[in-house]
């Protein structure tokens, strides 16, 4: 999911980035350091919003930089375990594909689309089933639920599983005729007839 999150932290500042007002030099530090880091703690950190320096700062002996403490806010997105989420297919495999959610992409694995015996077309950017036809393409839009993360630290991009193996998940049009079905009413069964009549007396 999309979150703000508010941190503080100390920047460096050497003499020659405080061209600018201190507010516009932390938050381009700031910038430089979080933006598109990715981190087991934030998840992905996908841009500052703002930040607050401190105007007195610290000079270390040697440096001829300040340094300041910082409160600032980022935009970030972490997945979550059994979370469901929406984007766009951006490539298909082999074994099957990449959707794009939020700022990174997620693995749906062949296994986790259908039932169905399926086919990938890498040339024709395709996953077509045999029986139903269903078929998933690059840019079809789709809902799936979140079944793995692995988040690494520093620039990995980490990895996350998806899977659309569960009722009203995957491929927006095959959503659109789950809901028509499950809205349309269920056949009755006519009771029975009882066997015998009623019993006089032999």
């Known amino acids: 999911m999309f979150e703000i999150v508010h941190m503080s932290d100390v920047v460096r500042?050497?003499?020659?980035?405080?061209?600018?007002?201190?507010?516009?030099?932390?938050?381009?530090?700031?910038k430089e350091k979080y933006e598109s880091m990715i981190?087991?703690?934030l998840g992905y950190v996908i841009m500052i919003i703002d930040a607050s320096a401190n105007s007195v700062g610290k000079l270390i002996a040697g440096d001829g930089a300040t340094y300041h403490r910082v409160s600032f806010s980022a935009l970030t997105f972490y997945p979550k375990l059994q979370e469901v989420v929406e984007g766009e297919i951006v490539?298909?495999?082999?074994?099957?594909?990449?959707?794009?959610?939020?700022?990174t992409d997620a693995l749906l694995h062949l296994s986790q689309i259908t039932d169905?015996?399926?086919?990938?077309?890498?040339?024709?950017?395709?996953?077509?089933?045999?029986?139903s036809a269903k078929s998933l393409r690059i840019g079809s839009r789709i809902r799936a639920r979140v079944t793995a993360i692995s988040l690494g630290k520093g620039a990995a991009m980490g990895k996350i599983g998806i899977t659309?193996?569960?009722?009203?998940?995957?491929?927006?049009?095959?959503i659109e005729?789950?809901?028509v079905r499950a809205k349309q009413p269920?056949?009755?069964t006519p009771p029975k007839e009882k066997k015998g009549g009623a019993g006089g007396a032999k």
């Open 116 to 131: 169905d015996y399926l086919r990938s077309d890498v040339k024709q950017g395709v996953i077509i089933a045999n029986q």
């Open 91 to 103: 490539e298909i495999t082999d074994f099957g594909a990449f959707v794009r959610i939020g700022p």
């Open 39 to 41: 981190s087991t703690e």
């Open 186 to 188: 269920q056949a009755q």
């Open 164 to 174: 659309c193996r569960q009722p009203f998940l995957g491929a927006s049009e095959w």
């Open 13 to 30: 500042i050497p003499p020659s980035r405080l061209k600018n007002s201190l507010r516009d030099t932390a938050v381009g530090i700031l």
């Open 177 to 179: 005729q789950e809901v």
